[in-house]
């Protein structure tokens, strides 16, 4: 029998919290003796909102070390189609455990209408050995409100993950050693992503499902063991310019077709590159 983990602290009833220089760790069951820690989606060091119970709270979260935390280093909820969540999260180190057979771990999740601005944090160490799903570094999930800047994002299995989003952005963030993606963007329409260093990862940056009128720009992309920038077929309508990449396998890879540059169905501007599928992305 475990004794389950809940939260290190938790702010909600639309309350307001300073959370700073503080160690915030070992936030997670308690095994019995030749047990595990759990799987259970529980264990978060710093809880802001939850929509599960409609609450929502603000925060201030800074200057913390987070770390053993069983599910998430913080998360800030709000309520879908009600009131919002918000924080200012910045100068904290969050620390996963590590590659882990036990649950898919996400150093920061910004979810359900939140709005939050993340910067100057350093989130690394979330990565889930089995691969059948993706611990992520930063987590933005059903809000266009996530404002990312000069984070330092690495070794997780994502880096910088934009999921079921209309708008955000993320700017001037080194983002490296992804298993998969340092930046995705899922089912996501009105992100910017720019001026971020994305080096040694899968790919360095990728578009899937139907993402659509983005803005990729000012990016250096180098050394991925996969694509520079990958674009999914179903990802239409985007524009990338004035990114540098080398060194990736290709540099630029767009599976759409239409109108656009090069028979793609996105724009391809002032792009600097060796290599592209199709030809004509990069020069």
Same mark, same amino acid.
């Given at each position: 029998?475990?004794?389950?983990?809940?939260?290190?602290?938790?702010?909600?009833?639309? #309350?307001?919290?300073? =959370?700073? *220089?503080?160690?915030?760790?070992?936030?997670?069951?308690?095994?019995?003796?030749?047990?595990?820690?759990?799987?259970?989606?529980?264990?978060?060091? /710093?809880?802001?909102?939850?929509?599960?119970?409609?609450?929502? %709270?603000?925060?201030?979260?800074?200057?913390?070390?987070?770390?053993? &935390?069983? $599910?998430?280093?913080?998360?800030?909820?709000? =309520? =879908?189609? %009600? @009131?919002?969540?918000?924080?200012?999260?910045?100068?904290?180190?969050?620390?996963?455990? #590590?590659?882990?057979?036990? /649950?898919?771990?996400?150093?920061?999740?910004?979810?359900?209408?939140?709005?939050?601005?993340?910067?100057?944090?350093?989130?690394?160490?979330?990565?889930?050995?089995?691969?059948?799903?993706?611990?992520?570094?930063?987590?933005?999930?059903? +809000?266009? %409100?996530?404002?990312?800047?000069?984070? +330092?994002?690495?070794?997780?299995?994502? !880096? =910088? &993950?934009?999921?079921?989003?209309?708008?955000?952005?993320?700017?001037?963030? *080194?983002?490296? !050693?992804?298993?998969?993606? #340092?930046?995705?963007?899922? *089912?996501?329409?009105?992100?910017?992503?720019?001026?971020? +260093?994305?080096?040694?990862?899968?790919? !360095?940056?990728?578009? &899937?499902?139907?993402?659509?009128?983005?803005?990729?720009?000012?990016? +250096?992309?180098?050394?991925?063991?996969?694509?520079? /920038?990958?674009?999914?077929? #179903?990802?239409?309508?985007?524009?990338?310019?004035?990114?540098?990449?080398?060194?990736?396998? @290709? *540099?630029?890879?767009?599976?759409?077709?239409?109108?656009?540059?090069?028979?793609? !169905?996105?724009?391809?501007? $002032?792009?600097?590159?060796?290599?592209?599928?199709? @030809? %004509?992305?990069?020069?």
């Amino acid at each position: 029998m475990q004794l389950p983990a809940f939260w290190g602290s938790r702010v909600d009833n639309s #309350g307001s919290a300073n =959370i700073t *220089d503080n160690h915030i760790t070992a936030i997670h069951d308690i095994p019995a003796p030749g047990e595990q820690v759990s799987g259970c989606q529980n264990g978060n060091a /710093i809880q802001i909102g939850r929509n599960f119970e409609g609450q929502t %709270g603000s925060a201030v979260i800074s200057h913390n070390t987070i770390d053993n &935390y069983q $599910k998430t280093g913080i998360v800030v909820d709000g =309520i =879908i189609g %009600g @009131p919002a969540s918000s924080a200012t999260i910045d100068h904290n180190t969050i620390i996963g455990v #590590g590659p882990t057979n036990d /649950i898919a771990q996400n150093g920061i999740q910004i979810s359900r209408g939140a709005s939050v601005n993340a910067h100057h944090n350093q989130v690394s160490n979330n990565i889930y050995s089995p691969q059948t799903a993706a611990s992520t570094g930063i987590l933005i999930f059903q +809000t266009g %409100g996530a404002s990312l800047d000069h984070n +330092t994002v690495m070794n997780n299995d994502v !880096g =910088i &993950y934009f999921s079921e989003v209309t708008g955000g952005v993320a700017d001037r963030n *080194d983002v490296s !050693g992804s298993t998969f993606d #340092g930046i995705a963007l899922e *089912d996501a329409a009105n992100v910017q992503v720019n001026n971020n +260093t994305t080096n040694n990862n899968g790919n !360095g940056i990728g578009l &899937y499902l139907n993402s659509t009128h983005n803005t990729i720009s000012r990016n +250096t992309i180098n050394n991925n063991s996969g694509a520079g /920038i990958y674009v999914e077929s #179903g990802s239409t309508g985007n524009t990338f310019s004035e990114n540098k990449m080398k060194g990736n396998t @290709p *540099d630029a890879q767009d599976d759409t077709t239409g109108a656009g540059t090069a028979g793609t !169905g996105n724009t391809w501007k $002032k792009n600097k590159g060796t290599t592209s599928i199709p @030809p %004509g992305l990069v020069s």
